[in-house]
């Protein structure tokens, strides 16, 4: 389970440079800020409340 935990998140912590360019390709830097943002504030804080192995 840990392996399947850290490879998720490995892809969300990537997936801002990967998709930034494709989400807004007249401003890449400024989606990638966003995404990162949303990465760190919302989506691995929520799933670090909510591990069950902790």
Sequence with gaps: MTEHDGAVASLIRAMPKQ????ISPHDPDHAERELERWVQEVCLKTLSETDPWR
């Design 19 to 22: 998709l930034a360019g494709r």
